[in-house]
């Protein structure tokens, strides 16, 4: 029994490396690439086979880079490729109105497969840990790097995270609506010059 992945994960990882080159975490001068180390990851201790830490790598390549779907699915299988479509909120440009795109992709999470909402899931949780960390030392400015502002980024993960206690439950899921409840507790009284411990 391997200890580890195998080469479709090596490939994945070169892949987002290099197809994320020059991209940024919002607000930041944080490498992109991290934050797809840090879902593949979440991923892996959930639980997560190859393909779908491998999609985990993946997750944006659809929604922010030139790669297809089909490119995706030769060169790392259907699976693979499936489960960054089924992730993936928008796949034209310009991308739909933000509140339609949200909205949709929420309905979406709730029929979706396993895999897609495990690697979501994943996603939406660094993300709101990013949030959370940037707010305790920022304060609500953080919220004027997304579309939605505070209400919409706020109504959009609370949502995610009750779709995912309702359809697969489990400890991911808890840790998103935990980390997402310690978001709006914190947001309703911080301001630009707060630091929270």
């Not at 975490?25 to 393909?51: C, F, M, Q, S, W």
Request: hydrophobic content about 35%.
């Amino acid at each position: 029994m391997s200890s580890g992945y195998g080469i479709k994960f090596e490939k994945a990882l070169l892949f987002a490396n290099r197809v994320h080159a020059g991209q940024w975490r919002k607000g930041t001068r944080i490498p992109y690439i991290t934050h797809l180390l840090a879902v593949a990851a979440i991923v892996g201790e959930h639980g997560g086979n190859e393909d779908e830490v491998a999609a985990a790598l993946l997750h944006d390549t659809i929604e922010d880079t030139p790669t297809t779907r089909e490119d995706l699915a030769v060169r790392f299988g259907e699976d693979v490729a499936s489960i960054v479509a089924g992730c993936s909120d928008a796949d034209t440009i310009p991308k739909p109105p933000w509140r339609e795109r949200k909205e949709s992709h929420i309905e979406r999470m709730r029929h979706a497969s396993r895999s897609v909402r495990l690697v979501s899931a994943a996603d939406k949780l660094h993300n709101a840990r990013s949030i959370l960390t940037d707010l305790r030392t920022c304060g609500e400015v953080v919220f004027r790097r997304f579309h939605g502002g505070r209400e919409g980024t706020l109504w959009y993960y609370r949502t995610l995270a009750r779709v995912f206690e309702e359809t697969d439950g489990g400890p991911l899921a808890d840790e998103l609506a935990r980390v997402v409840q310690d978001i709006e507790a914190l947001s309703k009284g911080s301001h630009p010059t707060r630091s929270t411990p």
